[in-house]
């Protein structure tokens, strides 16, 4: 995956933590400490080709991707908590209850999800663009998307899910971020209806990819190259594409999800080649 966007994503995240006046320094730090462990920055840098390929600068789309960056990162310091998957590893570090305490880890993500909409409503674009990113991530974040994923996960711990009840967990879980990180890449750049739907059936078919081989690389990955506990699906009973496909038919999913979404890429010309080539990175990943 492109280094240099995600380098840009970075510089661009603490220069905006920097200018933004400060909460108390405890929390403060905490944010930066989920903020800079190092993350592989798919949904920013998703954004930002989204929006070049639709024919606007990486400027206009950074708010949109740096407010994508804040959700995640929430979700991962929520997510990590006792009360949900209690992790104590995550990008390599221990995790933000662990280096700090639970309740700053708590007031962190909320923090981070509160900025993410400061941060969109105060960019520098015009209103309406303003309000439909607004809607978007809200949308993508919200109980109709990851939190209800989050929710629908939880409910599913030690029962018996088929093909389609796990289609609908990643699909809300997973893939709502993805999908409106490529989205908002257009919502920012004024696409037209043409290249919106273009974006979302590559969003879609990608967000699910995405999730096949994090399912995938919890059987084969390394712990140390994912920076988090690994195997803890199988242990937990949880049901996972392979533990429904076997890993084969897993990988050939995934790879079918990213054909279909490079050939939805057709109307915004040569200019999607860099989310051709995210799609490809997707699955060949090994973190
Ligand atoms: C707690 C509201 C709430 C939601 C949690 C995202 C999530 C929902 C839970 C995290 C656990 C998990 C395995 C989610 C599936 C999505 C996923 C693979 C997240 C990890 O994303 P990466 O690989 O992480 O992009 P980095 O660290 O690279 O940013």
Known sequence: MSASLRREVDMEMRSLLSSRRGPPSRLKRAVRYALEGPGKRVRPVLCLMAAEACG???????????????IHTYSLVHD?????????LRRGRPTVHKAFDEATAI????ALLTLAFEVLASAALPAERRAALVLELARGAGWAGMVGGQALDLEAEGRRVGLSGLLGIHRRKTGA???AAVRMGGIAAGADRRRMDALTVYGRAVGLAFQIQDDILDVTGSEKAMGKRLRKDAAS?????PGLLGLERS???ARALVDEAVKALGPLGAKAGPLADLARYIVDRER
């Open 237 to 241: 009973g949880k049901a996972t594409y």
């Open 80 to 88: 990590d908590l006792p009360a949900m998957d209690d992790d104590d």
């Open 107 to 110: 007031l962190a993500g909320d």
């Open 251 to 253: 990988r050939r999913r």
């Open 56 to 70: 606007t600068s990486r400027r206009r789309a950074m708010p949109a991707a740096l407010a994508l960056e804040m």
């Open 177 to 179: 971020l993805l999908l």
